[in-house]
Structures are given as structure tokens and as C-alpha cells.
């Protein structure tokens, strides 16, 4: 505990302290300046890093809002004469503004479609830059005067301590927002959007909030920037400065505020480098045996495939050639950036950080923070009264896609406090009836009463939020958090802290006490062991109970689960028996999708199967087992199970 | 008298949105494979219009000189394939999207620094005296656009109905899982419609060149309206590119008549932002259902 206070916040404090005190020892003009543009590039980059990072999404927009920041500054200081803070709030503010409306179209849009909608965004603002020349002079040049402060004015040192005290404080804004519930909430959102929703977090808000942040902070950079330059023109904030603060965040370190610091420290001395031949061919060469070493470390052990070993010392051996060969490296300015991201993206993908804090982390032996107390599963879980009657209900539903009718008219009651199983052969409609409760779907028509009124229709998020929890077939983990997180993130009581307050870094307390319920929740399935492993790195027959455990940390009502047994072994099997009976026992209703008619027989009260998306019958567990209509459905002939014939489905339980 | 102008601004628009719906069709031709575009592309359009410029200059005839600037296209796209997106492919991961906008540099400066940063005429046989029309001047290099465009494609959509290859690539399109189940290496289907993507590059780049000049700089803004008209169509359906490019290309010709040439590149941009928020599969694109 106390080794981790020393070397992580000290390390922090050691930095803050040198970069105040650099100006006091060094007089320098030169020094200040690229110091004044460390602290303002380390804001905007911690923008470009949660939605590159945490959000995972290739953002291209960062520059134009780092313009769009230092035009509206620049314009509020010349034309209206705004005083500096007033003008950095009016920066900011009309970053978010335009961050939020970037955020419409680009909110449902996924990877390359995000970056064209980005990317287009960018070349708009450039455009409009160029062209509003009432506003911004276009190509000629926009003259900002350094306005003052509070009526001072700021000197060069001034001025940079002001940069300085900004990058700090949004370090520390930053820091709490991403190690809380939101930081979490935004990791999610990028493993698995769907997962996002059905758990109650919402994918749509926090992907609008985090790029709005981000976008923000774009802004405030540009401010600052503009005060710092004191001379705008459209030019500056275009496709290669793009490039260049991408270089920043992956070379630094995705998802990681020193990553970020690192990052900004590269680009800020970039274009020095590129003016002293000796000092790149230094860089380059250093460059190049690290890519070499690790290149053929990584061969020889065999972990990393021959391409990811050759591509860096191809690209690094680039770099160096053409320091020999040409006098002017400036020219070549663009091919370098591109070979060093090349070699990075391609050969250390986690960063420089991110493969320092690996090594790091070993050498000082830093502890994680000791987890809390485990609550008491009766406290986390509170026992539900059930009285039998019916909680879920679907009349006559009906999904069809095209001509294809996956559910057709089924009308089925789960009562309150039951386990209900619904079976079927394969493509009998099983997963549509569960996505179209779960709100995946709409349905076609036919209503669901759930509590005995009828349930929002197509959306999982107000499913979710009204009770009904569920599991998916094909696992939607969170698959980069820890598993704690994994159910953390699902805790309902945890988001109550609002967005100012998460920034000042409080709520600490609710987080520790999600925490502790957390672990309650994984005792009960038997992950408690594991709370710290990455949920990726788990068993399969784990990931499955993960996923439980994650539906239970919403405390539903109806729990959903999803053919839960699927590829597990017996013994995984035998273990999850155990874990619904004691979930039913907590008085949470449940649907149980499965194929092993042995996990129905001994599990359900009450059975439902379905074929060719109808009801075909529906009773207890052991009349099912006899009813003719189900033993066809399954093995393709009536009543004469000795008899061989042919089978029509790949579905064939184990009739026990 | 302004209305002719205005036809002749259409007329040309409309030839000119015939090479971004060219380009557009080359992004296409990846998505359908691999899920992936390169966000590089206009390079490769440049690098081509570039090296078939010095071929000219060796004093190659034409028509070599144009197979030899598609072969060199296609030797490009292999490139991006290789060095950019499969290794991201195999991870899963969309690694790709920052891997082909940095090779697309790497070209752009490596270009500049062999070619030079200035604008360079393209010679070329067909003349570029114009004709009337009804009244409208049409060039014969704005006819042999026409043409090229179409001739291609054409020859491309022939390729993937009649050749067991263009079968492949049609059934790794559809399925991908499936068609590797059935013995057709996805892997080398993606390289080849990344090759097919190059080549389609490298003609935009030579049908173009005799109009716009070359230089550097000359696909910068063509790649962004053709993203445009990829995104508008919809990536994945076929011809709707042609509709989509005509009409973009009329759209901003009229822009830039109207409200001034510094604005021309605003409705594409417009454009692809409303389609991606109001319909991302595309006008002509089917929707996309959610499996879990």
C-alpha cells in the first residue's frame, strides 16, 4: 500500500514538480515554448485517448477540434474582447457543442464507418475555416492577442505555469473519470456494445459522453493553443497533424495518461529531431536495434509470427537508410512519421508505455489495491417474494424476417418464482423469442406483459433497466476488463455519483462497496478466485458462469440464460445446476434455453417447446419426455423410438 | 445563355462523379471480402498516375504504357494487403483502418520527394479539343472517362459472374466461414480483390490525369468524395456506386458555380455524413440483422 502511494503518485508529483520548476532554473525561450506545447498537447491527446483508447475507435477529428478551439478563441478575444478564462470556456464549450453533434451520426457507427464519419468531419472543418473568411480570414491569418487573466497579463513563463496548471488538472479530472464507473462503462462499451445495453449501462449515452469529453478537451488545447501562438491559419489543422497526434497516442500508449505524457513529449520533440541529421540517425539506430532485438527474441521463442517480427526492423531499417542518404530529412518528414507508427502499430502494438509498465510493475512489485470485505450474498441478493402467478407474458408474438417466420404466433405465461424451460430442435425459434423479450428485436407483432404490463419493445437498454436480465449464447464478456469489473460494471447502485462529482474524484465509497457486493456475487458462482484474471484469459466453462454472475449483479427479476450449458463439460455442467437452483432459490424467476433435456428434466417446472417457431407443447418436464408431438419434432418419427429412422436434425437431446 | 452553362457545369460534373464512382467501386471490391477498405486509396491513384506519366516519358505507346500503369496498380493494392491489413484481419482487430491511412502517407511522401511537389500535364492521345453538343462542349478525354469507367467495371462484374474465380470471390463475399469450409482460401481472395481494387485505381488514375493534371495532391480530395459515394451507395451493393457518383458529381460542380469553388467539397462531405447517421448501410444496401 504504501510502496504503490510512493511510486505512483510519487512519480506523478516528481514530474508535476519538475515541469514547475524547468522555467525558474532554465531561461530559455526556446525550452519554454516547447514546454507550453507539452502541456497543451498532453490535454489534447488525453482527449484523442478515450475515444482511441478506451472507446477503441479510430477518431480523425481530433485535429479539427483542436482548430475549431483555437478559432472560437481566437475570434471571442479579437472581435468581442473576452478575457482568457471566459475565452477557454467558450472554446470548450463550443467543442462539446460540436462534439455532441458529431456524436449523433457517428454514435451507432462501428469502425471504418466511425473514422469516415470523423475523417469527413475534419475536411468540413477545414473547408469551412478556409472559406468563412468574415470570421476567421481564411488562408491570410488570424491575429489573437494574448488576453489577460483576471487583469494581468501573462509573460512567456506566465503563461506556460497557466498550461501547465490546466494539463495537471485535467490529468486528475481524467484520472478519476477513467478508474471509475464510467471508465469502466466506456472499456465495455468498446468489447462488446450489445453486452453494454442488455446490462443497463447504455452503450448510446456513454459513447456520446466520452466522445464529447474527448472532444472538449480537443478544444481546450485549442484555446491554449491559440493564446500560445498568438497567430491562427486553417492550414495548421489538417490530415498530417492528425497523423501526428495518432503517433502520439499509439507510440505512447493507449489508454494510459502516462502513455499519453509519453506521447506528447515524442511529437513536441519531433520536429527537432528532424532538424539535426546526427541526433535521427542516433534515434533511428536506437530505434532499429530495439526492433531487431525484440524482432528476433520474439522469433526465436515463437510468440510473435514472422511478419510481426520482420515488418518493424524493415520499417526501422527504412528509417535509418534514409538518414545515410539524404541530406534534407525534412523532406521526408511524412515517410518518417509513417515508417516509425508503421513499426509501432505493427510491433508494439500496447505502446511504449504499455510495454514499460509491464516490466515496471515486476521490478518494483507494486500491489494491486487490497479488495474490500466481501458482503454477504443474502445482503447483495435479497430474497424475492414469489406468489405464483404470472410474471412474463407473451400473446401471440410473432417475428418474421423477410419470409422467414422464426416465431409464429406463440403465446406462452412464465409464472412468477418458476424455472420455465424452453426447447426445441435447432432453428426452432429459441434465440429470436429470447431477443425479442430481451428488446434485441421488435417483434412483428403480439404484445409481452411483463408484471402484468406491457413491455418497451425493441430496446434492450429499457429492458434491461426494467428488470429483465439476461445471458447470451455466444458470450458477450467484456473480455478486456478483470472480471470484477465485468460485474461492476453491471451494478446498478454504482452509477448514482453524477458526472462532476466522478471528476473531483468522489464516490469512492460506492465504488468500494459495489466491490464488495461484486465478490459476493463471484463467491456465489465460484469466480471469486479469479476476480483479478482478465476475462479473455478464462476457462471457457468460467466465461459462462462470468456471464451469470454478470446478469445477477443487475438484481433482475427474470433472469434469461441462454442455452448456459453449451460446451460445457459434466462436471461444469453439474456446477451450474447447483448455481441456477440457488439463484432460483433467491426467488428470481428464470427461462432456461437449453438442449440437454437431462439439464431440463431435473432443473424446470415447467416446459415449453417450441418447433418451426409455434408452440407444440407445453407441461411438466416428465410429460414432455412422452409427448409424441416433441419425440417426432426431435427425432423426425412418432412413438417408436427403438426403431431406427431417419433424423432430421442435428439436435438430438439425451432423452434420460 | 445561363442556362447552357448550367447543363455544361452538370455535363461535367457528371463526368467526373463517373471516376468517383470508379474509385467507390474499388472500395467495394475490398469490403466484400474483407470487411476492410484502404483509406489509402487516392495514393494509390497518384502513385499509378505517376509512374504511367514517367512510362510515358520513356516513350512507351499508350496503350503499353496503360498495362503496364494496371499492372503496377495491382502490384500496389498486394502491397497494402500484405503489409497493412491481413496481419490486422487475422487479429480480428480494425487495426487496418490506421495501417492503410499511414502507408497512404508513406506513398504521398515518397512520391513527393521522387516526382516533386509540382502539377505535371499528363499527355495523351485523345484530344482534348471539344465538340458541341446541343449546344453543351463535350471533350473526347471526358468521352474516354465514360468509357474507361465502364469498361472495367463491366470487364470486373464479367470476371466475378463467369470466371471459377470470380465465383470464389463472390462466395467468399456472401460467406465467408462458409465458402472456407467449401475449400476457397478467403485469405487469398481478399489479395486478390485487393489487387482488382489496385488496378481499378490505377485506371481512375490514368482517366483522370489528362483533366486534372498530376501531382501529389491530385486524389486527396477525389478519395474523400469517393468514401462519399461508397458510404452513400452503400458498401456492399454493387452499380448504385454509378447513380450515386453522377449525381455527387453534378451536386458539386452546381457548388461550386453558385456558392463558390472553395465550398465544392462540402456537399460530399455533407453527404457522407447524413447517409452514416440517417442510413449506413447505404441507399442501395441492405440492412444489417443483429445476431447473438
Known amino acids: ?656 | 445563355m445561363d442556362q447552357i452553362m448550367v447543363f455544361q457545369m452538370m455535363v461535367s460534373g457528371a463526368f467526373m462523379g463517373l471516376v468517383y464512382a470508379l474509385v467507390a467501386y474499388g472500395f467495394q471490391l475490398t469490403y466484400a471480402t474483407g470487411k476492410s477498405i484502404n483509406f489509402g486509396q487516392g495514393e494509390l491513384v497518384m502513385v499509378s498516375a505517376f509512374i504511367c506519366l514517367s512510362l510515358t516519358n520513356l516513350g512507351l505507346p499508350y496503350g503499353i504504357m496503360v498495362l503496364l500503369g494496371l499492372l503496377c496498380g495491382a502490384l500496389l493494392g498486394l502491397f497494402v494487403e500484405r503489409s497493412a491489413v491481413r496481419l490486422a484481419l487475422e487479429q480480428k482487430s480494425e487495426g487496418w483502418i490506421l495501417l492503410t491511412i499511414i502507408l497512404g502517407l508513406l506513398f504521398f511522401s515518397v512520391s513527393e520527394n521522387i516526382w516533386g511537389r509540382d502539377d505535371r500535364p499528363f499527355p495523351t492521345p485523345i484530344s482534348s479539343d471539344a465538340f458541341q453538343v446541343f449546344g453543351i462542349s463535350v471533350t473526347p478525354v471526358e468521352i474516354s472517362v465514360a468509357i474507361g469507367v465502364f469498361f472495367i467495371m463491366g470487364l470486373i462484374e464479367l470476371f466475378k459472374r463467369q470466371t471459377l474465380l470470380g465465383k470464389a470471390f463472390e462466395a467468399v463475399s456472401t460467406d465467408r466461414d462458409a465458402a472456407e469450409l467449401m475449400g476457397i482460401s478467403a485469405n487469398r481472395t481478399v489479395m486478390l480483390s485487393y489487387a482488382i481494387s489496385g488496378v481499378v485505381a490505377a485506371m481512375a488514375g490514368v482517366l483522370i490525369s489528362p483533366i486534372t493534371t498530376v501531382g501529389p495532391t491530385m486524389a486527396s480530395a477525389l478519395v474523400l468524395k469517393a468514401f462519399s459515394v461508397a458510404v452513400v451507395a452503400g458498401l456492399d451493393s454493387g452499380f448504385g456506386v454509378v447513380a450515386v457518383g453522377i449525381f455527387l458529381g453534378i451536386l458539386e460542380s452546381l457548388t461550386s458555380y453558385y456558392i463558390g469553388s472553395g465550398w465544392r467539397e462540402v456537399p460530399g462531405l455533407t453527404l457522407l455524413i447524413l447517409a452514416l447517421a440517417l442510413r449506413p448501410t447505404g441507399i442501395f444496401g441492405k440492412a444489417v440483422i443483429r445476431k447473438v
Open chain 1, 1 to 656: 500500500m504504501l510502496k504503490r502511494l510512493v511510486f505512483v503518485l510519487g512519480a506523478e508529483l516528481l514530474v508535476a514538480v519538475l515541469l514547475a520548476v524547468v522555467p525558474m532554473a532554465v531561461d530559455n525561450s526556446f525550452m519554454l515554448g516547447l514546454l507550453t506545447l507539452l502541456a497543451i498537447y498532453g490535454i489534447l491527446l488525453i482527449g484523442l485517448d478515450i475515444t482511441v483508447g478506451y472507446l477503441g475507435q479510430v477518431n480523425l477529428a481530433q485535429a479539427a477540434f483542436l482548430g475549431i478551439g483555437a478559432y472560437t478563441a481566437g475570434i471571442v478575444v479579437s472581435r468581442f474582447g473576452f478575457t482568457l478564462i471566459p475565452a477557454l470556456f467558450a472554446a470548450t464549450a463550443v467543442g462539446c457543442l460540436f462534439g455532441r453533434l458529431l456524436a449523433f451520426p457517428a454514435l451507432r457507427l462501428e469502425g471504418p464507418q466511425f473514422a469516415l464519419s470523423t475523417l469527413s468531419f475534419m475536411a468540413l472543418t477545414t473547408t469551412v475555416l478556409n472559406e468563412l473568411e468574415f470570421l476567421t480570414k481564411g488562408a491570410e491569418g488570424l491575429q489573437v492577442p494574448r488576453p489577460p487573466i483576471f487583469g494581468f497579463m501573462l509573460e512567456t513563463k506566465g503563461f506556460y505555469w497557466l498550461c501547465l496548471i490546466f494539463f495537471i488538472l485535467v490529468w486528475i479530472a481524467m484520472k478519476n473519470l477513467l478508474t471509475s464507473q464510467w471508465g469502466r462503462a466506456f472499456e465495455a462499451l468498446r468489447d462488446s456494445p450489445i453486452a453494454t445495453d442488455a446490462m443497463g449501462i447504455g452503450a448510446h449515452r456513454h459513447k456520446a459522453i466520452a466522445f464529447t469529453i474527448g472532444s472538449g478537451l480537443g478544444s481546450l488545447a485549442g484555446g491554449l493553443y491559440a493564446f500560445s501562438m498568438q497567430f491562427l491559419q486553417p492550414q495548421v489543422f489538417v490530415y498530417e497533424l492528425m497523423v501526428i497526434l495518432l503517433l502520439g497516442v499509439v507510440l505512447g500508449g493507449r489508454k494510459s495518461l502516462w502513455g499519453v505524457f509519453v506521447g506528447s513529449t515524442i511529437i513536441v520533440l519531433l520536429p527537432n529531431l528532424l532538424s539535426n541529421l546526427l541526433l535521427f540517425e542516433i534515434f533511428s539506430g536506437i530505434g532499429f536495434l530495439f526492433a531487431l532485438v525484440a524482432g528476433i527474441r520474439g522469433m526465436v521463442s515463437r510468440t510473435t509470427k514472422p511478419f510481426q517480427a520482420a515488418a518493424p526492423i524493415i520499417a526501422m531499417g527504412l528509417l535509418v537508410t534514409l538518414g545515410l542518404f539524404t541530406s534534407n530529412i525534412e523532406d521526408w518528414r511524412k515517410a518518417i512519421f509513417a515508417l516509425m507508427l508503421f513499426a509501432v502499430m505493427v510491433g508494439l502494438p500496447e505502446g511504449l508505455m504499455g510495454f514499460a509498465s509491464r516490466y515496471l510493475a515486476k521490478l518494483f512489485r507494486i500491489d494491486p489495491l487490497p479488495f474490500p470485505e466481501q458482503a454477504e450474498i443474502s445482503d447483495v441478493l435479497i430474497r424475492q417474494e414469489t406468489d405464483g402467478r404470472p410474471l412474463l407474458v407473451l400473446q401471440d408474438l410473432k417475428k418474421y424476417f423477410g419470409g422467414v417466420k422464426a416465431i409464429d404466433g406463440i403465446t406462452i405465461s412464465v409464472n412468477s418464482g418458476e424455472i420455465h424451460g424452453l426447447i426445441g430442435p435447432n432453428g426452432s425459434g429459441k434465440s429470436t423469442v429470447v431477443n425479442v423479450i430481451s428488446g434485441l428485436y421488435a417483434p412483428t407483432s403480439g404484445e409481452i406483459l411483463f408484471h402484468g404490463k406491457i413491455l418497451v419493445k425493441g430496446s434492450l437498454l429499457k429492458v434491461a433497466q426494467l428488470g429483465i436480465s439476461r445471458t447470451f449464447q455466444n458470450l458477450q464478456i467484456f473480455s478486456e476488463l478483470p472480471v470484477i469489473d465485468n460485474v461492476m460494471v453491471a451494478m446498478k447502485s454504482i452509477y448514482q455519483t453524477s458526472l462532476p462529482f466522478v471528476l473531483l474524484g468522489l464516490g469512492q465509497k460506492s465504488i468500494r462497496r459495489a466491490q464488495s457486493e461484486s465478490l459476493a456475487i463471484l463467491d456465489m458462482v465460484g469466480l471469486r478466485d479469479e476476480a483479478r484474471t482478465i476475462a479473455k484469459d478464462l476457462p471457457y466453462g468460467a466465461q459462462r458462469l462470468l456471464e451469470i454472475a454478470r446478469a445477477l449483479a443487475r438484481r433482475p427479476d427474470l433472469l434469461i440464460l441462454d442455452e448456459p450449458a453449451a460446451g460445457l463439460s459434466q462436471p461444469d455442467v453439474k456446477k451450474l445446476l447447483k448455481i441456477i437452483r440457488k439463484i432460483n432459490e433467491l426467488g428470481i424467476t428464470i427461462i432456461l434455453i437449453e438442449h440437454h433435456m437431462e439439464v431440463v428434466s431435473e432443473m424446470c417446472h415447467i416446459v415449453t417447446v417450441l418447433d418451426y417457431g409455434k408452440v407444440i407443447a407445453q407441461g411438466k418436464p416428465d410429460e414432455i419426455k412422452r409427448n409424441p408431438a416433441v419425440i417426432e419434432a426431435y427425432l423426425g418419427f412418432a412413438s417408436e423410438p427403438e426403431k431406427k429412422g431417419t433424423i432430421s436434425r442435428d439436435a438430438i437431446p439425451e432423452l434420460s
